[in-house]
């Protein structure tokens, strides 16, 4: 009662204060403003990357290129030791075990999670003081809170160490293609950097202790996009990351008006947001850079890194990846969080879903399984008329240079909006083909509409969400599933560059 009561406070604390300076920040000076976010800044890299940070980054890069089964081996004793941690200090979990007979030692491998229940977000939201772990004090708990996609946010708690070691991972991979901390990260999509009523620029701010410039994801229209760009041009950053949607904003805006940044782009790294086909093949034209994708989340329940193969590797260590089939090669996405003592969650739903190829590998001698592809959320799905689900849908727009941005809208089965936001050589002819693809991917008779737009909104967290539905979940239960395509399927859904007007 005392530990719910506890969390409970520390909650709520965390929400005012983040109102607080949601509400003060905007009617800030710019010069302040950057204050603020350098603040901020100095004390992510004071707290979060110091000497256990160092520590835990030269573990993880030791263990870059050891054997397969050594890896699986460490994840499978780091596994056994965490599961007993929560049976002995985790409410929810004590409860679970003994309801279901089960005794912690059983699970010793993660084939052997599958006998436990998967935990949901509404489970932890519910009865979220029952995740924590008796064994971390109030003082040894940071708390972390996440958007949610769909707006149904959560605040974590963990402890330095287990974000240190997340933040290890990620560096790791990022070391991989050689960028180094201290290199100046131009971040495109933050939603908060910049208040929304400002009109005009700068539409960006700076983190100087962080190296970091920060652009605002509420005034990308595309006349504002000018000074997005003389900013780039300006500062010259060589790493540019961010929202893989916010990226081609930019990419097609340099496309469009034939010009380019004026400095070499080094690196192209896209997280927090699927990486689609279609942005993917602006970003490479315009920046001249293959964007390198990146998964994690606050929960740290999965992690996967791409490598210089431009493959996907599972990071075994940090968190108890488990691919649970749908139909074909398409899986959810469960895990387990095996960093984070705070709060464990053991089988947690992320609601993602990737494709993997089964005896796929990568020649570049790292350890983890391969994943395929994101292939995105649960919701980025429509239901055909004649009850298939359809995911993967970017193929529809894959090689339209010609559009800015798109959209699928999705109220009622069988029936599905095409939202297009047209650029200035968007011709009669650029219709005809999008139709043809259209007709290529649904080959049914449910009802497609195509509707223009000058421009398409995004969530309250600056994402793009490609697929826009607001079917019933529970109209959606049974409806098969339709695998989605090889790559070379989503390579010809699309005109190619001799099919341009």
């Known amino acids: 009662m ?54 835990l980054l030269a573990e993880y890069e030791a263990r870059a290129f050891v054997d397969s089964r050594d890896i699986q081996e460490l994840r499978d004793a780091r596994l056994r030791a965490f599961v007993l941690h929560a049976y002995r200090t985790v409410p929810y979990y004590r409860e679970l075990f003994d309801k279901a007979g089960l005794r912690p030692q059983e699970v010793a491998t993660l084939d052997d999670l599958a006998l436990l229940p998967i935990t949901s977000r509404a489970d932890v939201q519910e009865r979220r003081s029952e995740f924590l772990s008796s064994s971390v004090p109030r003082r040894g708990r940071k708390l972390l809170s996440t958007s949610g996609s769909t707006g149904s946010g959560l605040i974590v708690a963990t402890t330095l160490e287990a974000v240190q070691e997340q933040w290890a ?28 009523f400002q009109q005009a620029p700068p539409f960006w701010r700076y983190n100087r202790p962080g190296r970091e410039l920060v652009f605002s994801s509420l005034h990308t229209s595309f006349e504002n996009l000018r000074y997005y760009v003389a900013e780039l041009r300006r500062k010259k950053p060589p790493w540019l990351s961010g929202l893989a949607s916010q990226l081609a904003l930019i990419a097609s805006y340099l496309i469009e008006t034939k010009t380019d940044l004026g400095y ?20 490479e034209k315009a920046f001249g850079v293959r964007p390198k994708r990146h998964y994690g989340m606050a929960e740290a329940i999965a992690n996967f890194s791409e490598c210089d193969k431009g493959k996907l590797h599972v990071d075994e260590e940090l968190g108890a990846a488990e691919f649970i089939p749908i139909s074909g090669n398409l899986y959810r996405v469960v895990g387990t969080n095996m960093s984070n003592p705070a709060m464990p969650l053991i089988r947690y739903e992320c609601n993602d879903h990737v494709t993997i190829d089964s005896g796929e590998s990568c020649p570049c001698g790292r350890p983890g399984r391969v994943v395929t592809r994101i292939d995105g959320r649960q919701d980025d799905y429509v239901v055909l008329k004649s009850g298939v689900r359809l995911g993967r849908l970017d193929r529809i727009v894959f090689g339209f ?25 968007y011709t009669k002819e650029d219709e005809n083909l999008l139709r043809a693809a259209i007709k290529k991917t649904i080959h049914d008779d449910s009802k497609v509409t195509i509707d223009y737009v000058d421009e398409i909104e995004r969530t309250a967290s600056g994402k793009l969400r490609f ?21 070379s399927a989503l390579e010809s859904a699309g005109p ?6």
């Open 2 to 55: 005392l530990a719910a009561v506890t969390f409970r406070r520390m909650t709520d604390t965390l929400t005012r204060l983040k109102t607080i300076y949601r509400r003060t920040y905007p009617h800030l000076p710019v010069a302040l403003q950057n204050a603020a976010l350098g603040t901020v800044g100095w004390h992510n890299d004071l707290t979060v990357r110091g000497r256990g940070f160092a520590r």
């Open 169 to 196: 991972t990620w560096w790791r991979c990022w070391r991989w293609h050689g960028i180094e901390r201290g290199t100046w990260n131009a971040i495109l999509g933050s939603p908060s950097a910049v208040s929304p």
């Open 264 to 283: 070499e782009v080094r690196w192209v790294t896209t997280s927090s947001e699927n990486l689609l086909s279609m942005h993917a093949e602006l970003i």
């Open 401 to 425: 240079q010609n559009i800015r941005e798109a959209q699928i809208r999705q109220a009622v089965i069988g029936e599905i909006q095409v939202l297009v936001q047209p650029g200035a050589g």
């Open 467 to 487: 697929v826009l539905s607001t079917v019933e979940a529970e109209d959606v239960v049974g409806y098969e599933v339709l695998p989605p395509p090889q790559m």
């Open 496 to 501: 190619t560059s001799s099919d341009r007007p």
